[in-house]
């Protein structure tokens, strides 16, 4: 069994003989758009828990990290395609949101639950394309 590396149709790279090095590049912009929607939703998130308003400084910077995810993303799909970048950001922002919401929020986890985030990964772990 091997592993097929997928690049978007007319992907362009830095080193154009060397589409790994794209699809590198394409799968760390996807991982940074995560974390930057993660620290907004973390911003926001602690607002809410703190009783501010939807105008707050921490709510208006949870909203700019999102545009600024947006530009990310945009710069991630010239490298790799929606369904490689999806399932990428669906992974990181699935296991990230739930550990920190159990950190730092004391949120609890119960056997279901995690029961739906293993099938969860499991899905998206399907979505690789093997030859």
């Known amino acids: 069994m091997s592993f097929q590396v997928v690049s978007r149709p007319g992907a362009k790279s830095i080193f154009s003989k060397d589409i790994e090095m794209s699809i590198f590049y394409g799968f760390a912009l996807t991982a940074s758009t995560a974390f930057i929607v993660i620290l907004g939703d973390y911003l926001i998130k602690t607002a809410v828990d703190n009783g501010q308003s939807a105008t707050s400084l921490p709510v208006f910077t949870g909203c700019t990290l999102y545009a600024v995810s947006a530009l990310l993303w945009y710069f991630s799909l010239k490298h790799v395609t929606l369904s490689q970048a999806g399932v990428g ?17 004391g949120e609890t986890l119960e056997f279901r639950e995690l029961a739906g985030i293993g099938c969860a990964l499991a899905a998206m772990i399907l979505m690789v394309r093997v030859v």
Do not use: E
């Open 89 to 105: 950001f669906s992974m990181i922002t699935l296991i990230a949101l739930c550990t920190l919401g159990v950190l730092r929020f």
